[in-house]
């Protein structure tokens, strides 16, 4: 029987487990999934999963489940965050439903992670070991031996003295966007910087995009009926675009509030620095709010302004990026392989981070039924070919839609244009929605 570790238990983790997995009746090999944290918790904030993730979801039977805890939008507008004025709208619902054959859902982050979480409890899929924070990995004959560090709290410092190593077939890192995994595995692909064992992932292959995410989750019976929403609605306007959409079966408005901190007065005093960066998640209140948004409240619309005064509490968070992939290698090398942000961290310009985790975990689940030796150079390397140009090609939209959502003047005027003339065809992406891999 081989034995899979999976670094990390977010939502990448769990999908690649449940891709692997199967029921347990009919299974050759044992996954563990080790977790960082030592307790499972999610983000409070939404998600959007379009038919390209939802199918995958819906096959692996957790269509119940995801009709409980998620809301199905209508439709998709986006308007002039200035003007207020509609520039393009989508068909979403039942024409969505009908073009791909699955669902466009929204949902919060924690009902996706805990659905997913109960799946692979419920089927004896993996065994989760929270605390255990994969720190270093060394290549064998037979495998990959790995070296943990035991954290009994989450914000625990590292420290060599607490190590456990143990050996496993194959190593899958869903370690997130810091992944150390990640760290590990270009290391040996440019074989430069010694590795620093107990060193924070500081040095991971991310950067800070400038643009800053403000989050805000709110009951929509506590707003003002005209402020309450059923459908996706994208604000475009310069240096900024805010993304608001119902979760919880419509009962609950997520917004969020992109600000390029470079370009909006008063951010210039956030100081990022990389050291910072890896535990910023920020609370603002209502004067902090009128203080960072005063540039846009002053020339934004007043639909859009009452909006954003009455959504009340909003957390800041910096929005990460990286280069897109440029070979397989970057995906796989031996006996292990690199799994959603782990792998490809993208801007979430295109909705579609958790979406690629999901394709990727769904693309390694097709390449263990092929030949279930997984940790055979073989499978990771089939893996890693199957999805690395794909996840490229996300990145690089999502890098675009930045400078397309954010523009100002002359390019505002030109996007604004080529919205209103070619509408539903701009938005509607068959080669994103409609990709299919069985
Ligand atoms: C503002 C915003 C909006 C977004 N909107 C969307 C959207 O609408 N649609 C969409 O598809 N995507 C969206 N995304 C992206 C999406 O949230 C991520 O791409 C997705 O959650 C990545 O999942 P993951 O499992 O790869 O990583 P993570 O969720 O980061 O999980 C990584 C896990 O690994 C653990 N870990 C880290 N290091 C170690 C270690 N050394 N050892 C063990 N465990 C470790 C962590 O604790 C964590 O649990 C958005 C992102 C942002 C920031």
């Known amino acids: 029987m081989s034995e899979i570790l999976i ?35 999610e983000v409070g904030a939404g998600i959007q999963l379009g038919p390209n993730a939802t199918r995958i979801l819906i096959r692996w039977g957790l269509e119940a489940e995801l009709k409980e805890l998620a809301y199905e939008p209508d439709q998709l507008h986006v308007k002039s965050a200035l003007s207020g004025v509609e520039l393009a709208s989508m068909r979403l619902g039942a024409n969505f439903k009908e073009q791909y054959g699955a669902p466009y859902l929204t949902l919060h982050r924690a009902d996706l992670h805990s659905l997913l ?35 009994s709290e989450p914000t625990q410092k590292l420290s060599i003295g ?14 997130g966007v810091w992944s150390r995994v990640r760290y590990i595995l270009n290391h040996a692909l440019t074989k430069t910087a010694p590795i620093q064992k107990a060193s924070p992932q500081l ?70 620095s990389k050291s910072n960066l890896l535990s910023w998640d920020v609370p603002l209140d209502q004067n902090q709010l009128r203080f960072f948004f005063q540039d846009i409240l002053q020339k934004c619309c007043s639909e859009l302004r009452d909006s954003i005064l009455a959504l009340g509490s909003w957390r800041a968070w910096p929005i990460m990026t990286s280069e897109p992939l440029v070979t397989h290698l970057q995906m796989a090398q031996g006996s292990v392989a690199l799994l959603g942000d782990a792998a ?19 693309a390694l689940g097709i390449q263990y039924k092929i030949n279930p030796n997984l940790g055979a150079n073989i ?37 604004n244009i080529s919205l209103k003339l070619l509408g539903e065809k701009l938005l509607k992406m068959p080669w994103l929605y409609g990709h299919i891999q069985m």
């Not at 670094?7 to 990448?12: K, Q, T, V, Y």
């Not at 419920?122 to 270093?136: F, M, P, R, V």
């Not at 607490?162 to 370690?175: F, S, V």
């Not at 490809?344 to 394709?359: C, D, S, V």
């Open 203 to 272: 040095l991971a292959n991310v950067e800070f995009s400038g643009d800053l995410a403000y989050r805000s989750l709110i009951s929509q019976k506590s707003l003002p009926s005209q402020l309450r929403l059923d459908s996706v609605r994208v604000w475009l306007g310069p240096h900024m675009h805010l993304v608001q959409y119902p979760v919880r079966g419509g009962e609950w408005l997520n917004s969020v509030l992109f600000v390029d901190s470079r370009k909006i007065q008063n951010h210039s005093h956030y100081s990022l």
């Open 117 to 151: 979480y109960s799946h692979v409890i419920k089927h004896e899929i993996a065994e989760i070991t929270l605390g255990h924070e994969l720190e270093y990995f060394e290549e064998t004959k037979e495998g990959v031996n790995v070296n943990f560090c035991e954290n």
């Open 344 to 362: 490809h961290p993208m801007l979430p310009y295109l909705a579609q981070g958790a979406g690629m985790a999901i394709e990727d975990a769904n």
């Open 162 to 175: 607490q190590n456990k190593q143990i050996g496993y077939d194959a190593l899958i890192g869903a370690d």
């Open 7 to 41: 670094a990390g238990a977010g939502i990448g983790g769990l999908c690649a487990a449940i891709a692997l997995g199967g029921r347990s009746s009919n299974r050759n090999h044992s996954i563990t999934i080790a977790e960082k944290s030592s307790k499972i918790s």
């Open 379 to 415: 499978n990771l390397n089939q893996y890693s070919k199957s999805r690395w140009q794909r996840n490229a090609m996300v990145q690089k939209r999502a890098l675009l839609n930045q400078k397309v959502f954010h523009a100002d003047r002359a390019l505002a005027v030109a996007r």
